[in-house]
């Protein structure tokens, strides 16, 4: 049920552009519990989800394998940057910053009160098959 709600939450499942192969997946999975006396499990978003839902600060883009300095200067490395619109760019290009959705809280809050539902009615049911 936890799972259901963090990947409902997600704005998309692919983010275009991000990773090497053009594209990321995101997603949310979970780990079984282990004790039947204290059940524990861990949800967690997987892929790149930090940059949908965090802020970030403008900054510099370089070619992979490069280094940028704070003035945008060039340190090391390669001298292009390719883009999938078959765009190249010599030297660091300026990113703008994104302001973040800030979504994972809100799954978060409602997975912790779908447990709770979810582990009472777990409670009755094995309080109905003893009694």
């Known amino acids: 049920m936890s799972k259901a709600i963090f990947i409902e939450s997600l704005p998309t499942r692919h983010m275009s552009g991000v990773g090497r192969s ?17 059940p524990q499990s861990i949800v967690k978003y997987t892929g790149p989800v930090h940059l949908l839902n965090n802020a970030t600060k403008a900054h510099l883009i370089g070619p992979r394998g490069k280094r940028v300095g704070k003035s945008g200067r060039q340190l090391s490395g390669k001298k292009a940057l390719a883009f999938n619109s078959s765009d190249v760019r010599f030297g660091p290009v300026k990113h703008p910053g994104t302001k973040g959705e800030k979504f994972a ?20 049911r094995a309080l109905r098959r003893v009694f």
């Open 22 to 38: 053009g594209g990321a997946k995101i997603g949310a999975r979970f780990t079984e519990p282990k004790s039947t006396s204290n």
């Open 105 to 124: 809280g809100a799954a978060i809050r409602k997975a912790v009160a779908a447990s709770a539902r979810q582990i009472r009615m777990a409670q009755v």
